[in-house]
């Protein structure tokens, strides 16, 4: 929602490039003009050295959360391959909102990843009353492509605001040109809603309370009613059934897997969550109270959406997850593979399809070797010319963040942070051992 901040929201979105001596601003390039969609680029730009139009330049090149590969000459910000600003739906309902007309697509690379989610795109690992109801969701939503603006009804976005390249999804041959991205094809539901978080001070009535706290701390990555999102990743429709109040309350102030703490919410604040998601309110109820208590000027914001089926999966058929290599001497993609598997899948003899919820990163060598972890809990090495796979290994744990490559007295390592449940579910009930993994060489 954006209708506060109207105009291009210099410098959200942008790759900045400053005089390290001075502070200078150089260049800059936005990827989004007036962010919506939350596609902010999170994996970090990487350097590199390229043959283009016979001379040899110094690169950035920065992978997006919507698929997009962007490659800039890093002295001067000038995209070695044009990039047209492309009109985007404009159509809105969201009252004083002003959408950016334009977006700028570039022509070369080509994606990798997937920006489109429709009827014939719905996962084929589904039962079949599920994918009837998500094709009944899907000719209900607003779904009009790449940068549809979401409003208060059901919007479809793909890649999602956690799919593409996301945190730690790139890594680089810096001398031979190379890239390598991991990206999610992970389509998310958006729906604005009025913001109740915006009252102040905090309300006094329980109910009222009760749902400020939850949209603060709770409502931008969980549902509570199936009126919400019926596939949200973070579903918490039935939660009280699994846990009891003291578990639920530890979750809330301790945090869990992805989830953060919030050990400064009072006992009495918590006991109203635990509360609330045992018999949560009608939202729309609360919300128009809320509202009009703001006198008309409420603020409105979506949960992030995310999506997945009652199994697990993600609405979309895999793969889930890519590995993806491009020449970036030529522009061009080399090879593209599914990463990882998901383990009830592979022992249905379903294999190569990609993990899913990977949050770990790829590094390469100078020997020629790519290295990533996964949701699986698979530890994969690839020829990173071909993308053929030359090892792997199960240490049991899935894995999260980019792995270390460091060099003790000679001797080459490379370290994992394991902490994370295989699988697909996040169970509150599996007490995880999390460790470090070091691998080397032997002797």
Known sequence: YGADRAGRNLYSNCLVALD?????????????????????????????????????????????????????????????????????????????????????????????????????????????????????????????????????????????????????????????????????????????????????????????????????????????????????????????????????????TQGQGPMPGFPKLSDQDVGLLVKFLKDPKPIAGTRAAMSEQLGGRARFVSGFGLATASNGLPLIGPPWTTLTAYDLNLGSIVWQIPLGSVPALAEQGIKNTGSVFQKIGPVVTAGGLLFTGGRDGIVRAFDSQSGQLVWQMDIGVAMEGIPAVYQVEGRQYLLFCASAQKGLTVSTQIEIQGKYVALALPD
């Open 20 to 252: 390290a001596r001075t502070g200078k601003r150089i260049w800059h390039f936005q990827f989004v003009h007036h962010d919506i969609w939350d596609y902010d680029p999170a994996t970090a730009p990487k350097l590199l050295v390229v043959d283009h139009d016979g001379a040899r330049i110094d690169v950035v090149a920065q992978a997006t959360k919507q698929g997009f590969l962007y490659v800039f000459n890093r002295l001067t910000g000038e995209p070695l391959w044009p990039v047209e600003e492309r009109p985007v739906p404009q159509r809105t309902e969201m009252v004083r909102e002003t959408l950016w007309p334009t977006q700028p697509f570039p022509t070369k690379p080509e994606p990798f990843a997937r920006q489109s989610f429709t009827e014939e795109d719905i996962n084929p690992y589904l039962d079949s009353d599920e994918r009837d109801r998500v094709s009944v969701m899907l000719q209900g939503a607003r779904n009009e492509g790449l940068f549809t603006p979401p409003g208060q009804q059901d919007t479809i976005q793909m890649p999602g605001n956690n799919g593409g390249s996301n945190w730690g999804g790139g890594a680089v041959d810096p001398e031979r040109g190379w890239l390598y991205v991991v990206s999610k094809d992970f389509p998310a539901v958006l729906k604005l809603e009025a913001e109740v978080s915006q009252s102040q001070p905090l309300p006094e009535d329980p109910d009222l309370r009760t749902r400020y706290l939850y949209d603060v701390y709770c409502h931008r990555c969980h549902t509570v009613s199936v009126q919400e999102n019926p596939w949200a990743v973070s579903s918490l429709v039935g939660v009280t059934d699994k846990l009891n109040d003291e578990q639920i309350s530890n979750v809330i």
